[in-house]
C-alpha cells in the first residue's frame, strides 16, 4: 500500500537533522523536501503489508522529536495474490 | 505494447508521486487540501459519475468510481467550482463511509433488552400503529443531511398530513442562530455573498471557527492565492490557537462572550472616528435595538444617535476588559474596517452559532459590515458557514423547523397556511398554525413522563446521531433514579446506516441507505444546489428515507386517515410516470421505476419564488455541479446569483437601486443595524468548577464519527477523543501528556485522555474536547442554556473541573 503522511516535529527537535536521517533510514519510508522552515516533514511509505500505515504511522509517533503524525493520503492495494499457472 | 507488470509500475509510481505531492502541500502550508487526481487517467474500466460530498457543508464535488457494484475510488472533480479538485483528507475516503462492517441491514424491533429482525411490512405497520394512536404526540427529528426530497417529504407527511408542526431539525443544534441573525437584520435567510470572495478579499476574519481542520478546502483558497504571493491578511478570534491560527497574521485569543464585545467595540471605533460608511449607512441601513418587553426578531427602532450612545461604553479598553482582547488589537480591526480601499470577509461557523447570545452576534457582525459599507461588493462580505452538507438546502430552504413552512413561510401567518394548502392541494385549515416543539424542548418532553406534561409520545429520527449530540445528555437520558420511570409508554424510532449511541436508545431501528446509494440534492453553504443519481445499491434491506416516509404514510393512507389524502382523496405523494399513470412508490420495487426526487423537487420548486430563493428545473442540477440561487431564466438559460441584494449580481434588485434588501422587515427595502449589549455566558468558571470547557471537531472526523470512524486510514489518523490543555495548567494538577483525568460539569463526568501541546492550544483555564467519539459522550458534560430566539444551545462554553485519574 502506498500513503503519505505529515509528522510535526517538537520545538525542541525542529531543525535536528538526527531526526530526520533516523525517518529516512526506514526501509519503507521516504522523506520529502524540508527546508527547516516549517517543523513538518512530508513522508510517503510504500508497503508490501496492509497494515503498514499503522504499524509505521506508532513508530513515527513513538520516535523522540515527533509531536504527532497527519495521515493525508492512502491508497490501498488488492492483497489477494495472483494465482500462479500451477493453480490455474 | 507495454506489459501489465509495466502498467503497473507507471500507475504505483503515479500514486506515490501523487502523494508526496500532497504531503508536501500539507506540510508546506500552501494547501490544506489534496492534489488533483485525474479519474480518469486513474483507471477507465470504471464507471464514474459526480456527487457532492456526503461530509461538510463546503459542499465540494467529487467523482464516484464505480465497479461490480462497489465505490472503489473517489476523485476531485476538476470541473466543480467550489474545489476545483481539490478535496480533504475526508472526502478522498467519502467512497469507505458505505462499506463499515456493521452496517444496518434489517429492521429491527426492541425484544427485552435486545432486538429481533422483522420485516418491512410490520416494521411500517409498527410505526402506523403509533402514529394512528396518538398522531399529535408524534415527532420528527430530522436533519441538515437529509437531502432536500426528503426533508421535503417528511415536512409535506407531517405538517401537510398529520396537521402537526412537531418537526425539527438537528440543525437547531448548528445554525439556528445563523438564521436568526440573518432574518433579524435582512429580513431572508442565508448569505449575500459566496465563495468567489475567498478569491477577491483581502482581509480574511474568522469569528470563532476553524475552517483550516473543518472547511479545508475552502481554507485552502486562501491559503493558496497567499501561496501565489497574494497580499492577504488573515485574523483569527477565537478561544483557543488551532491549525487555522498557524495560517494567521493574527491571532485574537479571547475569553468566552468577547465576540459580542469585539463587535462593539469595532462598531464604536467606526462611528468615534467618523470612519462609517455614511452614505451606505443613511441610504440603506436602520437602527434596532432588543425589545425587552416583546422579544422578538424586530425589536425596537432607534435613531441613529441612540445608536452611537448605546455604544458609547464600548471603547477599546472597555473591549479589553470584556473580551481578553489589548485594545491595540480592536483598534487595529477598527483601522481595517475603516478603510474603504480593503476588501473584508467575515467567516463564522459553530462559535458565533452555538452561543446563548448566537442571534445577537450574527446581527452584530453583519452590522458591522454593514455600518462599515463593506458589503455587497465581491470579497465584502459577511458569511455564515455551516457544517452539514445540506443545513441550508433542506432545514432552511424547505423549513423542516417547527415554525416554518417551505420556502421561508411560517406556520403560524394565515396567508403562508394558505398558500401552502393549495400548492399541497389540501383541505383549507390542515396546516396547523401553532409552531411545534424546537429541539430541546421536543427531547425534554419526549423524556418527560406523560403524566408529567411530557407531550411527545414518539419520535422518529432520521440521518442523525441525537444521544451524541444533545447537550446535557444525562438530564435526557440517564436522569438519577430509575432511568426508565414513566417512559414505558414512549417510543423511539431512528433511521441510520450504523449503530450509533441513538440506536442503542431506540425501540424500532430502520436500515437506511446512504449517500450514492440513493439519489439525492443537496444545498450547501454558498446557496448551491448540488444533484446525484444513485450508483450502487445499498446493503441487505437498507431502503431510502424517503421511501420510508412515503411508505409509512401510505399505510396510514389505507387505514383511512384523512391526513394522507389531498383535497380531492388522492395519496399525499401521487407520483406519476410520463404517461400520467400513477406509480405505486410505497412499493419497495417500484421505487425507483420513477424519479420520486424529480417529482419531489419539482413540487417543490414553487415554493422557492416568495422568498426569490428560485431553483431550476431538476434536469439542471443533473448537468451542472449545482447552481446558486436564486437561479433565474434569461434569454433561455438558467443563471444563477453569486451576490444578493447587489445591482448587477442579484436579479431581483430594481434598477437604480444599487443595493435593495427587498425583504426589509421595515417594508422600506433597508437592512437592520442592530445594538445588543455585551452579557457573560450563561455559565461561567467559579472556584467550584474552574475550567471553561468548549468542545468541537478535528479534521479526521466528521460531526460524532458514526461513518468516519468506520473507514479505516481515518480512525486510525484520530482513534479516540482527548482533552486539550494548556501545559502550565497540566503542571498544576500534575497531569503529562497522555495521563487520564476525570472531566466533571455539574452534569456529568468522563474519564479522558490529556493531549498537552498538542494540534490545538488552548489558554490557561480553557480545555477542549472534540464530541466525535461515541465512547466518550462530552455533551454528558454539557450546557443546554439556550439563545433566547433561536433556541439553539451553548456548546463552546461549560464550566468544568479536573483531576488527575
Given amino acids: 500500500m502506498i500513503a503519505s503522511l505529515v509528522a510535526t516535529l517538537t520545538h525542541e527537535a525542529n531543525g535536528s537533522k538526527s531526526v530526520i536521517e533516523e525517518l529516512a533510514s526506514h526501509p519503507e519510508i521516504e522523506t520529502g523536501e524540508f527546508d527547516g522552515t516549517s517543523r513538518r516533514i512530508p513522508l510517503t511509505i510504500d508497503s508490501a503489508s496492509p497494515n503498514g500505515l499503522e504499524t509505521i504511522t506508532r513508530w513515527l509517533q513513538d520516535r523522540p522529536g515527533i509531536a504527532f503524525v497527519d495521515v493525508i493520503f492512502v491508497h490501498f492495494e488488492a492483497t489477494t495474490p495472483k494465482k500462479t499457472s500451477s493453480e490455474s | 505494447m507495454k506489459t501489465s507488470s509495466e502498467i503497473d509500475t507507471k500507475r504505483r509510481e503515479f500514486i506515490k508521486a501523487s502523494a508526496m505531492a500532497a504531503a508536501a502541500a500539507v506540510a508546506q502550508g500552501s494547501g490544506f487540501s489534496l492534489p488533483i487526481v485525474q479519474a480518469d487517467e486513474i483507471d477507465n474500466e470504471l464507471n464514474w459519475a ?19 457494484g462497489k465505490v472503489v475510488a473517489v476523485a476531485g472533480d476538476q470541473n466543480a467550482e467550489v474545489n476545483k479538485g481539490l478535496l480533504c483528507v475526508k472526502g478522498y475516503h467519502v467512497g469507505s463511509a458505505l462499506y463499515g462492517k456493521d452496517r444496518l441491514t434489517k429492521p429491527l424491533l426492541r425484544n ?36 432536500i426530497p426528503e426533508g421535503y417529504a417528511a415536512q409535506k407527511f407531517i405538517k401537510g398530513g398529520l396537521s402537526n408542526n412537531h418537526i425539527d431539525p438537528n440543525a437547531r443544534l448548528c445554525m439556528a442562530s445563523a438564521v436568526t441573525g440573518f432574518l433579524a437584520t435582512y429580513g431572508v435567510d442565508e448569505p449575500a455573498g459566496c465563495y468567489d470572495d475567498l478569491d477577491t478579499c483581502d482581509v480574511l476574519i474568522m469569528w470563532g471557527n476553524n475552517p483550516a481542520e473543518m472547511h479545508p478546502v475552502l481554507f485552502s483558497r486562501v491559503i493558496d492565492r497567499r501561496s501565489k504571493g497574494e497580499k492577504i491578511t488573515l485574523i483569527d478570534i477565537s478561544t483557543r490557537r488551532t491549525r487555522t491560527t498557524e495560517a494567521c497574521q493574527h491571532y485574537l485569543e479571547m475569553k468566552g462572550h468577547g465576540d459580542l464585545a469585539i463587535a462593539n467595540g469595532i462598531a464604536h471605533l ?37 445608536y452611537c450612545q448605546l455604544l458609547e461604553p464600548y471603547t477599546p479598553e472597555k473591549v479589553e476588559e470584556l473580551s481578553g482582547v489589548p485594545a491595540k488589537d480592536i483598534r487595529m480591526l477598527g483601522d481595517l ?39 455587497g461588493k465581491p470579497g465584502d462580505s459577511p458569511t455564515s458557514l455551516t457544517g452539514q452538507p445540506s443545513a441550508c438546502g433542506t432545514v432552511r430552504e424547505v423549513g423542516t423547523l417547527a415554525h416554518a413552512l417551505p420556502g421561508g413561510r411560517l406556520v403560524a401567518k394565515p396567508e403562508h397556511r394558505q398558500q401552502v394548502e393549495q400548492f399541497w392541494n389540501l383541505p383549507e385549515g390542515r396546516i396547523n398554525p401553532k409552531p411545534g ?4 424542548k421536543m427531547w425534554e418532553s419526549f423524556c418527560t413522563p406523560s403524566d408529567q406534561g411530557g407531550d411527545i409520545g414518539t419520535i422518529w429520527v432520521q440521518v442523525t446521531n441525537p444521544g451524541q449530540t444533545l447537550p446535557n445528555l444525562n438530564k435526557l437520558f440517564n436522569p438519577k433514579g430509575d432511568a426508565k420511570a414513566g417512559l414505558e409508554d414512549k417510543f423511539l424510532i431512528v433511521s441510520e446506516v450504523y449503530p450509533t449511541a441513538t440506536t442503542q436508545l431506540a425501540d424500532l431501528i430502520l436500515p437506511s441507505a446512504m449517500w450514492v446509494e440513493k439519489n439525492g440534492i443537496f444545498g450547501n453553504s454558498e446557496r448551491r444546489t448540488q444533484q446525484w443519481f444513485k450508483m450502487v445499491e445499498p446493503p441487505g434491506e437498507a431502503r431510502d428515507d424517503c421511501w420510508q416516509t412515503i411508505a409509512v404514510a401510505h399505510r396510514l393512507f389505507e387505514r383511512g386517515l384523512e391526513g394522507m389524502k389531498d383535497r380531492d382523496g388522492r395519496f399525499l405523494f401521487d407520483v406519476k410516470d410520463e404517461a400520467g399513470k400513477s406509480v405505486p412508490v410505497w412499493q419497495w420495487e417500484n421505487y425507483y421505476d420513477v424519479n420520486v426526487d424529480e417529482h419531489l423537487f419539482e413540487e417543490y420548486r414553487q415554493f422557492t419564488r416568495m422568498k426569490h430563493k428560485d431553483l431550476a428545473p431538476y434536469s439542471e442540477y443533473v448537468k451542472e455541479r449545482g447552481l446558486r440561487w436564486p437561479v433565474v431564466e434569461r434569454d433561455g438559460q438558467w443563471q444563477e446569483t453569486h451576490l444578493r441584494f447587489s445591482e448587477g449580481y442579484d436579479p431581483y434588485v430594481e434598477d437604480g437601486k444599487e443595493i435593495q434588501f427587498y425583504h426589509s422587515t421595515t417594508k422600506d427595502d433597508r437592512a437592520q443595524l442592530w445594538f445588543h449589549p455585551w452579557i457573560e455566558p450563561a455559565e461561567v468558571p467559579d472556584e467550584q468548577y474552574p475550567f471553561m470547557l468548549t468542545t468541537g471537531r478535528v479534521l479526521e472526523h466528521w460531526h460524532t464519527g458514526s461513518m468516519t470512524r ?13 482533552i486539550e490543555i ?4 497540566a503542571a498544576s494538577l500534575d497531569i503529562r501528556n497522555g495521563d487520564y483525568v476525570i472531566v466533571e460539569s455539574r452534569r456529568g463526568s468522563l474519564k479522558i485522555q490529556a493531549w498537552i501541546s498538542g494540534r490545538g492550544e488552548p489558554p490557561r483555564g480553557t480545555v477542549f474536547v472534540p464530541f466525535f467519539d461515541e465512547t466518550l459522550l462530552i455533551n454528558e458534560l454539557t450546557l443546554d442554556a439556550l439563545d433566547p430566539f433561536s433556541k439553539q444551545p451553548d456548546y463552546k462554553k461549560s464550566a468544568v473541573r479536573i483531576r488527575k485519574v
Fill in chain 2, 50 to 68: 459526480k456527487a457532492p460530498c456526503r461530509f461538510c457543508g463546503t459542499g465540494c464535488h467529487v467523482q464516484v468510481g464505480v465497479q461490480n
Fill in chain 2, 112 to 147: 427485552g433488552s435486545g432486538y429481533k429482525e422483522i420485516s418491512w411490512d410490520a416494521a411500517l405497520d409498527v410505526i402506523a400503529d403509533r402514529i394512528s394512536d396518538a398522531p399529535e404526540r408524534f415527532a420528527i427529528y430530522g436533519s441538515g443531511q437529509w437531502t
Fill in chain 2, 270 to 306: 467606526l462611528i468615534k472616528n467618523g470612519k462609517y460608511n455614511r452614505k451606505f449607512v443613511e441610504s440603506f441601513c436602520n437602527f434596532k435595538t432588543p425589545d425587552d418587553q416583546n422579544p422578538n426578531l424586530h425589536g425596537k427602532s432607534i435613531s441613529f444617535d441612540e
Fill in chain 2, 337 to 375: 474596517f475603516a478603510d474603504p480601499k480593503l476588501k473584508i470577509t467575515s467567516l463564522w461557523c459553530m462559535g458565533a452559532n452555538q452561543h446563548t447570545r448566537g442571534t445577537a452576534l450574527n446581527t452584530q457582525i453583519h452590522g458591522i459590515h454593514l455600518l462599515s459599507g463593506h458589503f
Fill in chain 2, 437 to 440: 416543539n424546537h429541539t430541546v
Fill in chain 2, 710 to 722: 468506520r473507514i479505516p486510514e481515518l480512525h486510525r489518523a484520530m482513534p479516540k477523543a482527548y
Fill in chain 2, 726 to 729: 494548556h501545559a502550565d495548567d
